[in-house]
């Protein structure tokens, strides 16, 4: 079998083929654009290209064409030898990631996902764009008024916030800026804008058998279980609760040498949209739901270690559960979930 080394562009792709004894047999570039069309006239071959904007798309295209696909993640290239000594070209790229392929039959790959799952993650993520989008005027629009000395109350998640600020500002005699006139008017089109995806977001996940099961979690909307859908595609690709944790980065990291263990901080790594919505789902659990036994197992913890820790805990808990409810087809079960249980009202503490 030959190996097929690609390094992806935006208008060409460098491309070289070596066979099974790493002897050079093509080097060519092609129009990515037309790099689909290419891989169907080749022989059945091994392609390895690095994980970028591109690759799911040429991924895809080779694996119709029944090639063996490898998709190398970014962290990992710079081992196999792309950028070594400081010399970095895209014909010397794809020449390194062909040469990796015949060295070694197990190059590590990272997931392909399914285009239903990429078509609800792009809406998720188009989602929160708008709404940084939307946070950002705010944050604006708050400071020049911080600035002028002017308060306002409320929270700016509707146009109630935007009519609050015109209706303070008009009755200024100075009146109301032009500039934050025209902040005002993208923040009210922003929100119309992300009520439509909101919308786009419930018809989905009322479409979807496993959006509707995920849903019966405490705390977990349309927009929690399209996310954690559409991230994790597969549920079968981790082995383990602890793997999906891992994923997750919803677990300490570990700084352990000469035989002495230190735990540290929450790792920065993992989906950081769907890590910040499960934790926003363990808060919305945390205050609706206080006699579930999640909850009160994670109040218990709060008792020892702070509530901060508790809700990180609980994010975490709630990813696996859901996880195993997905994996195993079964619908959510409190008792299964945890084992703590109140023994009487009192000692249910008010949610906060």
Known sequence: MEHVGLDLGALHTHVVVMDAQAELKKRTKVRTEQLAEWLRKQPTCRVVMEACTQSPAIARAALASHHETVIVPGQVVRALGVGARGIKTDDRDAEVLARASVRNEHLPSVHLRSEESTAMRELIAARALLLKSRTTITLSVKSWMRGQLIGIKGRATSNAFSDAVRSTLLKRGEGMPSTIAMLLETYDHLCGQIDKLDEQVKEMAAHDATCQLLMTVPGVGPCVSLAFRSHLDDPTRFESSSKLASYLALVPGENTTGGKIHRTGMIKAGPTYLKALLVQSAWAAWRSRPNEPMVLWARAIAGKRGRRIAIIALARKLGVVM???????????????????ATSASEVSQPS
């Open 323 to 341: 996880w195993s409810m997905w994996k195993n087809r079964t619908k959510y079960d409190p008792s299964k979930a945890s084992t703590v249980r």
